[in-house]
């Protein structure tokens, strides 16, 4: 079954997209979708030489709802920042997070949480892996935001991918 479905989730989701962004169920664009979901996972094998090995799918549903609520604090918390309190001066700048993670689809995980969360972003990591930079909007103290990332981000990831 892997030799001809190496990627049954991304098959299923080209094949999927492709009818989305056709908006048609016409035999023509059926089996384009469906040629597409074989085709695309075995061309872009070699670019995919590790396989996930997930674990703990409660701590996965943990870290998801986690970053949910994060996600919605933090669009309120910027909206207060740009929309309101004029008095209240920002400190917005750089931070350097020493990362224990190593795997390179936790990073990846990692990398898409802090881009989703409003008021933050990933802005380098080092050649070593061993140090990340953020640019957040919001710096007042620089050792919460290490915690945060540390320990609401990372240490979920680790468990999941590690």
Known sequence: MRRWLPAPAMSAFLAL????LAQSLAPGHLLLAL??????PHATRQMRPLQPRLRRPATMLRLFVVVVADVVRSCIHVSVIILG???????????DIPLDLRDPHGLAVLSAIINSTPGTVWAESSADGKWLTIHVLDLDDEQR???TIKNRYEKPLMAIFE
Do not use: N
């Not at 997209?17 to 989305?20: A, F, H, R």
């Not at 309190?85 to 931070?95: H, N």
């Open 17 to 20: 997209m492709w009818l989305v």
């Open 145 to 147: 935001w290490i915690d």
């Open 85 to 95: 309190r004029p008095q209240r001066r920002q400190r917005s700048g750089f931070l």
């Open 35 to 40: 040629l597409l979901g074989l085709w695309v």
